[in-house]
């Protein structure tokens, strides 16, 4: 049985994915597996591919940003479903405004349709769905921040999941923003440099403070493997996973998506592993640890529940050290 599942679990795509059936099947599956393990918490999607598939298909960049918007909407749905908690999708970046009119007003067109659609969306009211802009907002036509502050004041009050649009949007940018401010608030006599933190510094960038900015996992579509200066302070100070998916943006599937947090997760394990070996061996050099003693360490390191700590000591690897420590 263990041989059979192995073999579907690592299965690509293939012809199975053109039988509807077994590939539903096969979606189902993986679903449910991911279901088993913990589910990242903020997920950011580089939404990378539109253009080039609108050439393939002899089709207009316009078009193709349009076919990206569907799979936007799809992408939501597929978080809730999976219970993540947050999501931020890179919709437009500093320097897209480099891009020619006709492209920045179709994209612009785009923004203003899902932020009014979204907010006169019933589904956005009964998920409590928050969602908020996060870059340099003042640098957007008018009508478009108009479209964007009602959606993001119509479900400020809401806390089940989160969306934030990356919109006017440059990493770098952000960080020197919000050093800007802290350097302000210093020269004022209102915050004192001993007491900044890193917690502090999440107040002063385009994220706030609530909810955690910290990125679990960020998947990029369209096989280019680069960050596009998104989510820095965010991204790498957390050690996120990165995911490179192949499928162009507008082709993006559920089950790419499904196969990116099965990344993240099989990520998660190795290094919760390699930090049990590691704690033991420590601890061997200062005294020794025993087993439970290793277990409510991984609960507090961690911030993980006595299930999930079990789980990590049966790995082979942690038993092997374990055995070594005498316990």
């Known amino acids: 049985m263990n041989s059979i599942k192995s073999f579907l679990w690592d299965l690509s795509t293939g012809w199975y994915e053109h039988i509807p059936i077994i590939y539903s099947w096969y979606e189902l599956f993986l679903k449910n597996e991911v279901l088993k393990h913990p589910i990242p918490r903020h997920v950011a999607i580089i939404q990378d591919g539109n253009r080039r598939y609108a050439k393939r298909l002899g089709k207009t960049v316009e078009q193709g940003h349009i076919y990206g918007a569907d799979t936007t909407e799809k992408v939501l749905d597929w978080c809730v479903e999976l219970g993540i908690k947050q999501l931020t999708l890179y919709a437009f970046s500093t320097e897209n405004f480099k891009r020619p ?16 659609k979204a907010r006169e969306s019933k589904k956005t009211h009964e998920s409590k769905l928050r969602i908020r802009p996060v870059g340099d907002i003042s640098m957007l036509p008018r009508d478009v921040k108009d479209e964007i502050a009602l959606t993001e004041a119509a479900t400020a009050g809401y806390d089940r999941f989160y969306l934030n649009v990356a919109v006017a949007y440059g990493g770098r940018q952000e960080i020197v923003d919000g050093a800007r401010k802290m350097a302000k608030e210093v020269e004022s006599g209102s915050l004192a440099p001993e007491s900044i933190t890193e917690e502090m510094v999440d107040r002063y960038l385009y994220f706030g403070s609530e909810p955690r900015s ?18 820095p302070w965010q991204a790498s ?18 089950i790419d998506f499904i196969r990116a947090v099965r990344a993240y997760q099989s990520r998660e394990r190795e290094h919760r592993v390699k930090l049990a070996v590691s704690m033991l061996r420590m601890k061997r050099q200062n005294g020794g640890i025993d087993r439970e003693g290793l277990r409510k360490s991984l609960m507090d390191a961690l911030g993980i529940g006595s299930i999930e700590a079990e789980t ?12 070594k420590s005498g316990t």
């Not at 009119?101 to 009014?116: C, T």
């Not at 910290?214 to 989510?231: A, K, M, P, W, Y």
């Not at 100070?237 to 559920?254: D, H, L, M, Q, T």
């Open 101 to 116: 009119a006709q492209e920045k007003n179709a994209l612009f067109g785009l923004f203003k349709q899902f932020a009014r």
């Open 214 to 231: 910290q990125v679990d996992l960020i998947i990029r579509t369209g096989g280019d493997e680069r960050t596009s200066n998104f989510l």
């Open 237 to 254: 100070g957390n050690e996120s996973a990165i995911y490179i998916a192949a499928p162009y943006w507008p082709e993006f599937r559920k």
């Open 312 to 323: 990590i000591l049966g790995n082979p690897l942690v038993q092997r050290e374990l055995a």
